[in-house]
């Protein structure tokens, strides 16, 4: 309750101080007072391959400057190729912020192979993904309210060769990758 307090104290001396000045009490004048968490997208890697799909770890760096838990509402993630989209989703309360420290969130993004393939097709044999990946968070932030942050990284994914594939599992999943694959547009 102490921080409820003194957070209400804080906003009541602040809105006091711009109503007594001849500054409008805007938006801006609100952001300013107002600290916000701040979220960076540190790396984008390749977590795990199967017979379907390809699966991604983006890995989120987000500041928490309260001194109280902040928990996360949803991530809304999009997953770019280009100007077309991988894959997309929602992530429903994906935990909270460590008070006044930064919280490495882990996000998993699943793609399936024939969203791939045809990326992989024009990067030929480098085997390698450009991406955009825009991230929205919603953060619940005590006597504030909601908070959204949206943040976008770009980079380039490094798959693995799809002979690595072909030279183990069992032979039904080889052939059922064969047969989602058109081996004749992949170059080993």
């Known amino acids: 309750m102490a921080f409820l307090e003194q957070a209400v104290n804080f906003v009541e001396e602040k809105v006091a101080v711009i109503v007594m000045t001849p500054v409008n009490f805007t938006e801006e004048t609100v952001a300013i007072l107002v600290k916000k968490p701040e979220a960076?997208?540190?790396?984008?890697?390749?977590?795990?391959?199967?017979?379907?799909?390809?699966?991604?770890?983006?890995?989120?760096?987000?500041s928490n400057p309260y001194i109280t838990t902040i928990p996360i509402c949803e991530v809304n993630y999009i997953l770019k190729n280009a100007d077309s989209v991988m894959a997309s989703g929602k992530l429903q309360d994906p935990g909270s912020l460590t008070p006044m420290n930064l919280t490495l969130l882990v996000i998993e993004v699943k793609v399936p192979y024939n969203v791939v393939i045809t990326p992989l097709q024009d990067a030929s044999t480098?085997?390698?993904?450009?991406?955009?990946?825009?991230?929205?968070?919603?953060?619940?932030?005590?006597?504030?309210?909601?908070?959204?942050?949206?943040?976008?990284?770009?980079?380039?994914?490094k798959l693995p060769a799809i002979s690595k594939f072909l030279h183990c599992g069992k032979k039904e999943d080889r052939l059922v990758l064969s047969q989602k694959l058109d081996m004749r547009t992949l170059c080993f």
Do not use: H, N, R
Request: hydrophobic content about 45%.
């Open 40 to 62: 960076t997208l540190k790396d984008v890697i390749l977590k795990s391959t199967s017979f379907d799909s390809v699966t991604l770890l983006a890995k989120v760096s987000v």
């Open 126 to 157: 480098q085997w390698a993904i450009d991406y955009e990946l825009q991230l929205c968070f919603t953060f619940d932030i005590p006597v504030i309210g909601d908070v959204t942050i949206p943040i976008t990284g770009k980079g380039e994914i």
